[in-house]
């Protein structure tokens, strides 16, 4: 069930009002049969994962709240990783065994296996990893299986996140959410600019994309070029739109999720791109897996290794393809890179009389931070290594422009450009200035004329699918 979906529009309605008007011993009962409800709707078999994760997870939560033991940690987390590893890397797995077995002259069929990735389960499952090893690190256990439940499977989350953490949302479930006006009208407006972004500019833009990277040999450089800068922005756009619908359809029942971006593409290095981008995740990787394996504190070259181990993970977890891996480790190196190269640039920005707070100096480094991560989302999106360099040569060589579609006629490409412009707008005002609190705070016609503009935006510009139905998420059904 998508949010852009008209079975969605019908759930969420009754869904609310129940949890609103039920008595206050029901409404999470209510919450969490409308939750599973709303995951059963992606296929029934994927419940029962679901399931096996939340009972085992909550059971060790309870044992290593008695018996702090590694090992019982380990097991834990083991299960899970076997779990994840069977259901999305065991064919990517079968099929780099095999490609070594060939190499070396022997002969070795892989075998295709016909198991499905179950929707969300990379963010349930690193959810529910993040919650025993926060009980084993001395946090609090929760003992209502009803609100451990609630947590691994709160519907507007448990598809594409934002990763959730038990201090934060946890105590949210043990306390009573009344209506409030203000906050319904934030979410409705935050859910409908995420709609804008999916229909008006991610939907529209993934034309564009996919035709040119599906042939970039017959496309001129330029074209290419364009095309991969309108990946990053798709990208952006889509998951991005996800996070905004999350946040905005659990902040009109009175819950907070976490944030998830930040204006990332106003990052000036690569290290803080990804302090601004899919902040859930990225905070996980750092206090789950970085700082264990001794984050900055065992020198230098342990703190580059690190790095480097933490983004290729990343990497491998957005997908089971050499592609993924090489984005990762292309990031990891990026950073490194930056790391290591600061007393040089700083000594080129002294020289050329460009201080750390002079505007030329900031644009070029936004600049320079932009051009890196769309060189890097070429490998997320090409469909194979030979695909991405591919579209990277075509960068360098051949004509710059060649005469035929690329999918979008030039009123497409005026809508996605006005579309950018409002998106670039926005995120720079965010970063001073608070848009939501600014609308709440206006006058009623100016309230109603941003609501109505992004609802006829939506209706009127929106990139429609087979049945005039949303295009599915980028992260929430591929990985």
Not at 178 to 188: E, N, Y
Request: aromatic share 18%; proline share 3%.
């Amino acid at each position: 069930m998508a949010f852009l979906s008209l079975s969605f529009l019908l759930f969420f309605p009754i869904t609310a009002l129940g949890y609103f008007l039920l008595p206050r011993q029901v409404k999470n009962l209510w919450l969490l049969a409308a939750s599973w409800f709303f995951y059963l709707c992606a296929k029934p078999i994927y419940l029962t994962l679901l399931l096996f994760v939340i009972l085992t997870s909550y059971c060790m939560g309870r044992i290593l709240d008695k018996y702090r033991r590694k090992g019982i940690l380990a097991l834990c987390l083991t299960a899970d990783g076997i779990l994840l590893f069977a259901f999305k890397y065991v064919q990517f797995a079968l099929s780099l065994v095999g490609q070594g077995l060939q190499r070396v002259g022997i002969a070795f069929e892989i075998p295709v296996l016909t198991l499905v990735l179950p929707v969300g389960i990379s963010f349930y499952v690193f959810q529910a990893m993040g919650y025993v090893i926060d009980v084993y690190r001395g946090g609090a256990v929760e003992r209502s299986f009803l609100h451990y439940a609630l947590f691994l499977s709160f519907f507007p989350q448990i598809i594409s996140g934002p990763i959730g953490r038990a201090e934060e949302l946890l105590p949210q479930f043990r306390t009573i959410h009344p209506f409030d006006w203000d906050a319904f009208r934030r979410g409705l407006l935050r859910f409908l600019w995420g709609a804008f972004l999916k229909l008006v500019l991610a939907d529209r833009l993934a034309v564009l994309v996919n035709t040119i990277y599906a042939a970039p040999d017959t496309f001129g450089a330029l074209q290419v070029m364009g095309a991969a800068v309108a990946f990053s922005f798709q990208i952006y756009c889509d998951f991005s739109a996800y996070s905004h619908m999350a946040l905005g359809v659990a902040g009109s029942m009175g819950f907070i999720l976490r944030e998830n971006f930040q204006a990332p593409y106003f990052s000036r290095s690569i290290a803080e791109f990804w302090r601004r981008w899919h902040m859930s995740l990225s905070s996980w990787f750092r206090d789950y897996l970085y700082i264990p394996l001794g984050g900055s504190r065992r020198g230098t070259v342990r703190k580059y290794w690190n790095i480097i181990i933490v983004f290729t993970v990343s990497g491998l977890w957005h997908g089971a393809a050499v592609t993924f891996v090489v984005w990762g480790l292309l990031n990891g190196l990026y950073q490194v890179a930056g790391a290591v190269t600061v007393p040089l640039r700083s000594r080129i920005g002294r020289w050329l009389g460009l201080g750390e707070e002079r505007l030329l100096r900031h644009l070029i480094q936004i600049t320079l931070t932009f051009l890196l991560t769309t060189i890097a989302w070429v490998f997320f999106k090409a469909d194979g290594l030979s695909n991405a360099l591919a579209i990277l040569g075509r960068m360098c060589y051949g004509p710059l422009w060649v005469r035929q579609s690329m999918g979008l006629n030039r009123q497409e490409l005026i809508v996605a450009l006005i579309g950018l412009i409002i998106l670039l707008f926005i995120d720079l005002g965010a970063q001073k200035w608070d848009w939501p609190r600014i609308w709440l705070e206006a006058r009623r016609p100016v309230r109603w004329v941003v609501l109505w503009a992004l609802l006829f935006a939506c209706l009127l510009c929106g990139s429609y699918g087979t049945g005039y139905d949303a295009q599915a998420f980028l992260y929430g059904f591929s990985f």
